[in-house]
């Protein structure tokens, strides 16, 4: 939403917005991506294809005939039908220091490496994973207190920033290959990755209660069952839980949830 903002308010004319297809949310309601209720909101056009590469989905972009296409977190592999359409090719923009972290959650797992900074880069589109040359990025350090929620809202601003300078001067930009022998990847977030154990020590437990908020979320046992860990610290060689949640129940102090273990 704030690239779409951002190139809106930056004078630049959309022809067309592309997202999922409306799905169901909370309790099951169907609920629009946020993505389209931006669009909306500025009265822009919204096509919602369940999949890109369709041929009338295909054909509906040829038609607008866009001199630039422009991808943040779209979900799909754009293949070669899409992204030969725009007269300047496909940017995207991406919540990592490519080559490190390719793929679908470089976020989470940016903070469950430990690492101490990340970025967002501008890339050329090629038909391969986040693979194609770089035309701009910008790196951040990545706070010790800071959760993936937190990181996506300061990335997902800068992100817009960096696009909005990138294509002002597109034209005339040179674009870097990436280090491909450097590549690291980052998959989707499986569930399994936040049932975590008191062994796992201070510092991992932390960090992955960090990375897997808001999805899946980072469990531990308590003398109550398992409970979700929603926020926490390090102090010493303890990780030290202060606000956690019981299935079913509203968050609360830790201390009520751990009792006397």
Do not use: F
């Not at 920033?161 to 870097?176: F, G, M, N, P, Y």
């Not at 510092?203 to 860990?229: F, H, M, S």
Request: hydrophobic share 40%.
């Amino acid at each position: 939403m704030p690239s779409l903002r951002a190139l809106h308010a930056a004078g630049h004319e959309i022809a067309l917005v592309v997202t999922q297809p409306d799905r169901p949310g909370h309790r099951m309601k169907v609920t629009p991506p946020p993505v389209k209720v931006a669009a909306e909101e500025l009265s822009l056009p919204v096509y919602q294809p369940a999949r890109i590469g369709d041929p009338a989905a295909v054909e509906r972009l040829r038609a607008n005939a866009p001199d630039i296409m422009v991808v943040v977190a779209y979900g799909q592999i754009l293949p070669r039908s899409v992204l030969s359409i725009p007269r300047l090719g496909a940017v995207n923009v991406h919540a990592s220091l490519l080559p490190r972290h390719r793929g679908a959650a470089p976020i989470a797992r940016a903070i469950l490496a430990g690492d101490d900074k990340t970025g967002v880069t501008i890339m050329k589109m090629d038909e391969q994973m986040d693979h194609g040359p770089v035309l701009a990025m910008r790196a951040t350090s990545i706070g010790d207190h800071e959760d993936a929620v937190q990181l996506t809202e300061r990335l997902a601003e800068m992100g817009a920033e960096v696009l909005v300078e990138t294509l002002e001067s597109l034209e005339q930009a040179r674009s870097v290959e990436q280090e491909h022998t450097q590549a690291t990847l980052a998959p989707k977030l499986a569930k399994e990755e936040g049932e975590l154990e008191w062994s796992l020590g201070a510092k991992e437990i932390d960090r992955r209660v960090r990375a897997l908020q808001p999805w899946p979320g980072a469990t531990l046992p308590t003398p109550r069952g398992r409970a979700k860990v929603l926020t926490g610290h390090v102090e010493g060689d303890r990780y030290v839980p202060e606000v956690m949640q019981l299935p079913g129940k509203r968050p609360t102090a830790a201390k009520q949830v751990l009792g006397d273990a």
